[in-house]
């Protein structure tokens, strides 16, 4: 089974920009593998922000957005709030089997 | 719009199985996926399975395969997610969430399985 591979931890300042990575142990993340984004905070469910690499719900905030970078999906974090500090999971599929990512925790500091 | 709604907390001994239950409302059931994954303490989110209600085919992580059994009863509009030969990794919160294409939505609310002698 594959490995997805997420930083452990990052730290945004208020207003700034950071940018989380989801990589794949088997190469390259594609659209194919439809990327997608949860957050989760203390205590809750997480819940989907971005959907097939670069799809937002109408509840995600629109300083979110997905893309591909670099061989990697992506998820970027703009004008950082201090309510974005959450547990951030991608979720990659390959063939029908779903994969998460390793996660990451963002503090807004 | 669509919820799911899961079953209460469950303590199990060792070697005993569980049976979760996931209860969905407001939508066609039989028109969606549902996703099951599980969270142990302090980690990070494992995806388990998929199951088609409709048809009750079904998807395992290779992880579960063996050990994990999900189900459907169109009659209720649940599915289920049976884990045998229980052991204290399997400790954790169990969620369902529904395929919606292109997201995953809504979420159950959780169910925390303990295993502890």
């Known amino acids: 089974q594959a490995v997805v591979t997420q930083e452990p931890s990052l730290t945004v300042s208020p207003g700034g920009t950071v940018t989380l990575t989801c990589a794949s142990s088997?190469?390259?993340?594609?659209?194919?593998?439809?990327p997608y984004w949860f957050q989760q905070k203390p205590g809750q469910v997480p819940r989907t922000l971005i959907s097939?690499?670069?799809n937002k719900h109408s509840w995600t905030p629109a300083r979110f957005s997905g893309s591909l970078l670099g061989g990697k999906a992506a998820l970027i974090l703009s004008n950082a709030q201090p309510e974005d500090e959450a547990d951030y999971y991608c979720?990659?599929?390959?063939?029908?089997?779903?994969?998460f990512g390793t996660g990451t925790k963002v503090t807004v500091l | 719009q669509g919820r799911l709604v899961q079953s209460g907390a469950e303590v199990k001994k060792p070697g005993a199985s569980v049976k979760l239950s996931c209860k969905a409302s407001?939508?066609?059931?039989?028109?969606?996926?549902i996703h099951w994954m599980r969270q142990a303490p302090g980690q990070g989110l494992e995806w388990m399975g998929i199951?088609?209600?409709?048809?009750?085919?079904?998807i395992y992580a290779q992880k579960f395969q063996g050990r994990v059994t999900m189900t459907s009863d169109t009659s209720t509009s649940t599915v289920y997610v049976e884990v045998s030969s229980l052991r204290s990794e399997d400790t954790g919160t169990y969620y369902c969430?529904?395929?919606?294409?292109?997201?995953?939505?809504?979420w159950g609310q959780g169910t925390l399985v303990t295993v502890s002698s």
């Open positions: 199951i088609s209600p409709g048809d009750g085919a079904t």
């Open positions: 097939d690499t670069t």
């Open positions: 969430a529904r395929r919606l294409p292109p997201g995953i939505d809504p």
């Open positions: 979720l990659l599929s390959y063939n029908s089997i779903r994969v």
């Open positions: 088997t190469g390259a993340v594609t659209s194919g593998h439809f």
């Open positions: 407001g939508y066609s059931f039989t028109n969606h996926q």
